[in-house]
C-alpha cells in the first residue's frame, strides 16, 4: 500500500528536522575528539556496536527483508561513516567535512526521481543549483588541510547516504528505531575487517580500547544513541513521510552547526571563501523549503 507523503513540513515535523541536523552538526567536533583515541575504522565499529547492543535484544527485527537491512548497514556504516571518519582523520577539516557531506542531497533528489519517479520542481531545481555552486567554491580551494582525496571521501559519503535514504524509504511505513538498531548488525562485520587489515590488528585493536580516554568513550556513546539511534531513525521517519526532496535538503543545515562548533572548539579558520560556500549552500536550502509556503501566502494574497 502507497503512502501518502505531504508536500509540506508541519511544524512538529521541522522542527524535529532541526534538532536532528544540531546533533549532527555539532557531531563533527566530536569525531574529530574521538579520532584522537580510536583509528577510523575501529571507531566506525564502536559505533555501531552499541547502536545494536543491548537495543537488538529489546525491539522486535522491522518488517522488512534482511537484503534492504544489509544495504542499509552497508552504506551508513561503511560507505558513509567508515570514510567519513577515514578522511576527518588527516584529509579534511571536520567543519569543511559537515559541509561537504551535503552533497546526500543532490543523490537523494536524483535517486528519488530515478527510482520514485518524483519530479523535480523549478523551484528546487534553482535551489539544488544554488547549493552546488557553494559546493564548487570548495572544490577550487584544496589545500594542505583539505586534500582532493578527503573532499572525494566526503563526496563519497554523501553519495553513500543518498543511497541509504533511498532504501529506508523503500522500507515503507515501519518501526525506524527498530529499522536503525537492526541494520546496525551489517555495519559491523566489513567494519572489523577494515580495522583489522588495515589498523594494526587485534594488537592495535586492544591497545586503543584500554588506551581510549573517557571522553572519547563518552564521544562513542553519543555517537551511537545521539546520532545513529536517534538522529538516524527520525531521519528516515521524516523520510518515509515527505517526498524527498523536501525532505533531504534539511541537512544542509548542518554546516551551520559543524562548522561554528569547529571554528569555537577547534580553532577551525572561517575564511571568507568558506563562508561564502556556506551562505550558497544555506540559501538554496531556504529556497528548498520555504518557498512553497511563500508562494501559498502569496497567492492568497493576490489570487
Request: charged share 10%; hydrophobic share 55%; aromatic share 14%.
Amino acid at each position: 500500500m502507497t503512502t501518502h507523503k505531504s508536500n509540506h513540513l508541519p511544524l512538529s515535523h521541522l522542527l524535529l528536522a532541526l534538532a536532528i541536523v544540531a546533533v549532527w552538526g555539532t557531531n563533527f567536533v566530536v569525531m574529530k575528539n574521538c579520532l584522537s583515541s580510536f583509528p577510523p575504522f575501529l571507531f566506525a565499529t564502536l559505533r555501531y556496536v552499541f547502536s545494536l547492543l543491548p537495543m537488538v535484544f529489546f525491539v522486535a527485527r522491522p518488517k522488512v527483508s534482511w537484503r534492504n537491512l544489509c544495504l542499509y548497514g552497508l552504506c551508513t556504516g561503511v560507505g558513509q561513516f567508515g570514510v567519513l571518519y577515514y578522511a576527518i582523520e588527516s584529509q579534511i577539516p571536520p567543519g569543511l567535512a559537515s559541509l561537504v557531506i551535503q552533497t546526500q542531497v543532490f543523490f537523494t533528489i536524483g535517486f528519488a526521481m530515478f527510482f520514485a519517479k518524483e519530479r523535480l520542481k523549478l523551484y528546487q531545481a534553482i535551489a539544488v543549483s544554488i547549493a552546488l555552486v557553494g559546493l564548487i567554491i570548495i572544490a577550487l580551494h584544496t589545500d594542505a588541510n583539505t586534500t582532493f582525496l578527503g573532499l572525494s571521501l566526503v563526496v563519497f559519503a554523501g553519495f553513500s547516504w543518498g543511497v541509504a535514504n533511498t532504501v529506508s524509504r523503500r522500507a515503507g511505513d515501519i518501526n525506524m528505531f527498530s529499522y536503525v538498531v537492526w541494520a546496525s548488525a551489517f555495519s559491523i562485520p566489513p567494519l572489523i575487517s577494515l580495522t583489522l587489515i588495515f589498523e594494526g590488528g587485534w594488537q592495535q585493536v586492544g591497545s586503543a580500547l584500554v588506551n581510549a580516554s573517557l571522553a572519547a568513550w563518552i564521544g562513542v556513546f553519543w555517537q551511537s544513541w545521539g546520532n545513529t539511534l536517534f538522529g538516524y531513525a527520525a531521519w528516515a521517519w521524516l523520510l518515509s513521510k515527505h517526498p524527498a526532496a523536501l525532505v533531504a535538503p534539511a541537512p544542509l543545515l548542518v554546516p551551520i552547526f559543524g562548522m561554528g562548533a569547529s571554528a569555537y572548539y577547534l580553532g577551525e579558520p572561517l575564511p571568507g571563501w568558506k563562508l561564502l560556500a556556506a551562505g550558497l549552500v544555506i540559501t538554496g536550502l531556504v529556497i528548498n523549503l520555504f518557498w512553497p509556503n511563500l508562494r501559498e501566502q502569496l497567492y492568497k494574497r493576490n489570487p
